[in-house]
């Protein structure tokens, strides 16, 4: 059993609550998972005992944390953590309460493909985020209008490899330990960028379906889905979200 710093413990605690909104759709201890895919190399399909193997030294069969007493104890050697479901959410609220401190309330930060705006733009009205197709970055498809809140995109197009003939994008769903179908892209819009960070990732995970159904279920979080099953990009959003 080691501990945990008291920092990255608190930070755990609230990464948890949130992946609780979507039940099973998020794990930062999938290390294993990515491992097997060997999604930060070049690419390559695991057999059915390797992925058995590495969905079992995931989530708590892999580690198992006590964030009341901030410790945690690894129960396998193939276990690792992974940060990148939350680091950008994390690093962006940072970020925001550091120019707060410094009297700066008025900004816009971008970390990869999540965004935060601090405030009114200098004409005094919301900031304009182009949400670009999953498929060409060049092309914007939605129009979303920003104050004090973060926009994170998830999808399967930013970040993926080749293997066995296939792309593999590097979003895994923990309950099956495979990649997730590049559909096409979600984005979450929530006041706390932690939140948002968390959110776009597990409801990639459920589906264009189930995630539009569980934005009109929490109407103070918006979701968009740029669904591109059909062969055309295809926007949706739920309740709490209305395009420009």
Same mark, same amino acid.
């Given at each position: 059993t080691s501990s945990i710093d008291a920092d990255l413990c608190r930070t755990l605690r609230e990464v948890g609550g949130f992946a609780e909104?979507?039940?099973?759709?998020?794990?930062?201890?999938?290390?294993?998972?990515?491992?097997?895919?060997?999604?930060?190399?070049?690419?390559?399909?695991?057999?059915?005992?390797?992925?058995?193997? /590495?969905?079992?030294?995931?989530?708590? +069969?892999?580690?198992?944390?006590?964030?009341?007493?901030?410790?945690?104890?690894?129960?396998? /050697?193939a276990a690792s953590f992974e940060p990148w479901g939350f680091v950008k959410g994390y690093t962006l609220r940072a970020a925001r309460d550091s120019l707060l401190r410094h009297g700066v309330h008025s900004a816009r930060l971008s970390f990869g493909e999540q965004v935060l705006v601090l405030g009114p733009t200098r004409e005094g009205g919301p900031w304009r985020l182009a949400i670009p197709s999953p498929e060409d970055k060049k092309e914007e498809v939605f129009t979303l209008w920003l104050a004090n809140g973060s926009a994170s995109t998830s999808s399967q197009s930013n970040r993926y490899v080749q293997a066995a003939g296939q792309t593999i994008?590097?979003?895994?769903?923990?309950?099956?330990?495979?990649?997730?179908?590049?559909? +096409?892209?979600?984005?979450?819009?929530?006041e706390d960028p932690l939140r948002a960070d968390v959110l776009s990732t597990a409801l990639f995970v459920l589906g264009p379906d189930s995630a539009v159904a569980w934005g009109n279920r929490h109407p103070d979080v918006g979701v968009l889905v740029l669904d591109r099953r059909d062969g055309a990009v295809r926007p949706r959003w739920s309740d709490g979200l209305r395009p420009a």
């Open positions: 909104e979507v039940p099973g759709a998020f794990d930062p201890v999938i290390g294993a998972l990515v491992d097997a895919w060997d999604l930060r190399g070049d690419g390559r399909v695991p057999s059915v005992v390797e992925l058995e193997g /590495a969905r079992r030294a995931a989530g708590n +069969g892999g580690m198992q944390f006590d964030l009341e007493r901030c410790t945690v104890q690894r129960l396998s /050697a994008g590097h979003i895994l769903d923990p309950r099956t330990g495979t990649p997730v179908p590049g559909w +096409g892209s979600l984005t979450v819009v929530a």
